[in-house]
């Protein structure tokens, strides 16, 4: 199946929810205010953030009065383009080589599982690859990656449970840049983003690779899960105050019949989303498509 086709088939909840509503607003409004103030409670009942709503339903309100359009169809094109608009807002990263990826995010999210399809990934672009088991907390977080890593079929670098993450990111870094390694995926604790000593952790982290590897490209991207809903962009922004993040990994985007909250943390937070996970497998794991997303929303 395509990148569309497992996007398409990963938004079908969603896109039958919005679609529905939209005719049903259609049917009984003529635009006007009425039909854009339910417009905008269309697009907050599928998590798009209230600002990113309000600033999406101004720009649509503004394009249509403009040109004296009152056409279904061109108001839904119209609307489209907006937000395909609001997530390119926020550039996906060019990756350049040698890299380290760091992710990040809070307990349940996949964040092992995820680095296990992005090596897969990255081989498949004929990139070798590293991964750094730096997640030391959680009793069956080594073994788990190590499982994906043999999977993969890439090298891994682990200490000890309970060893100290930014030792096992020190040696890591040492071991990519001894083999001339492309890539280094560093795997990181599952971590509540109120509790401030484990976010000093990353950030301790983060000095060893800009210490250690100044000479390669430093990535720090943040695993939602994406039935999270709104709660993800508060989750963005304080993994974004730690480690200024360059970008979103979306995982179990086919278990939610909303995901609107993409929008908003693209267009408020200026993160763009880079890879997301539509199914279970090693390979359902693609590049972020800002055009197919929406066609996949609505």
């Known amino acids: 199946m395509s990148f569309f086709g497992k996007i398409k088939e990963a938004l079908k909840k969603t896109k039958e929810s919005v679609s529905t509503k939209l005719r049903q607003l259609f049917l009984k409004n003529k635009l006007g205010d009425a039909f854009y103030e339910e417009l905008e409670e269309i697009l907050i009942s599928s998590d798009v953030g209230v600002t990113t709503a309000e600033d999406v339903i101004e720009q649509v309100k503004e394009e249509a009065i403009g040109n004296k359009i009152k056409d279904e169809q061109f108001v839904t094109d119209l609307l489209k383009d907006i937000l395909e608009d ?45 991964v750094a088991a730096a997640d030391t907390f959680r009793a069956a977080a080594i073994d788990q990656l190590n499982v994906w890593a043999d999977r993969a079929k890439v090298k891994i670098v682990k200490h000890e449970e309970g060893s100290d993450p930014s030792a096992v990111v020190f040696d890591a870094v040492s071991s990519a840049k001894a083999r001339k390694t492309d890539v280094l995926l560093i795997d990181t604790a599952g971590r509540l983003h109120v509790k401030e000593n484990l976010m000093k952790e990353l950030e301790k982290m983060d000095r060893v690779v800009k210490r250690e590897f100044p000479e390669a490209t430093f990535y720090k991207f943040l695993v939602l899960d994406a039935t999270t809903g709104q709660n993800a962009v508060s989750q963005a922004r304080v993994f974004d105050e730690a480690v200024e993040l360059d970008g979103i990994v979306l995982t179990k985007l086919d278990g939610t019949a909303k995901g609107g909250f993409v929008f908003s943390l693209c267009g408020e937070l200026n993160v763009p989303v880079v890879f997301v996970g539509v199914g279970e497998k090693i390979d359902d794991l693609e590049l972020f498509d800002a055009e197919q997303f929406v066609e996949g929303f609505f």
């Open 86 to 130: 609001a997530l390119n807002e926020a550039p996906v990263p060019e990756i350049e080589y040698p890299c380290v990826m760091m992710f990040v995010g809070v307990n349940g999210v996949g964040k092992t599982t995820t680095i296990g399809k992005v090596a897969n990934w990255f081989v498949r672009q004929k990139k070798t690859v590293t």
